[in-house]
C-alpha cells in the first residue's frame, strides 16, 4: 500500500501593489461600507445611507492583512552617523507590500482574484512572517 501526500491549500499571499493609493480598487472586497437606515418622512419609505467612507478590513476569523507597505533593502553600502556608529544605507523596492493569510476557505476567491499582484517568485525569506 502506497500513501499519498496531500498537499495542503496554499494559505500565505504576498502581494504587491504599484502604491498605496491602488489600495481600494485592488482590494475592494476585503473593504466595508456602513450604512444607516433613513425614512422618508412624506412616504414613510425606508432607505440605506452611506455612513462615512469604506474602510480596510484587516482581520477576520477568515483572513488577516499585514500592510507593510515600503520595504526596503540595503544597498551594500555603510553610512556613518554624526556620532560616528555606522549603518547599512537601505534604499526602497519598488511597490506597495501586503501579506494575506487565509484563515479558511471562504476568502479563498477574493484572495486569488488578486493574482495579477502576486510577488513571483514568493520571497525566499520574507520581510515579515506570521507567528
Known sequence: MTEELIEAPKRDFYVKLNSEADMPTALA???????STVTDPETGETS???QGD???VTTTHDYAMDI???IHKPTGNTLTDSEGHEYPEMAPIDGWHINIRLGGEKRRADVEALSQYFVDPEPATPERVWL
Not at 29 to 35: N, T
Open 29 to 35: 472586497a476585503f473593504y466595508k461600507q456602513d450604512y
Open 48 to 50: 440605506q445611507v452611506p
Open 54 to 56: 469604506p474602510y480596510l
Open 68 to 70: 507593510l507597505g515600503t
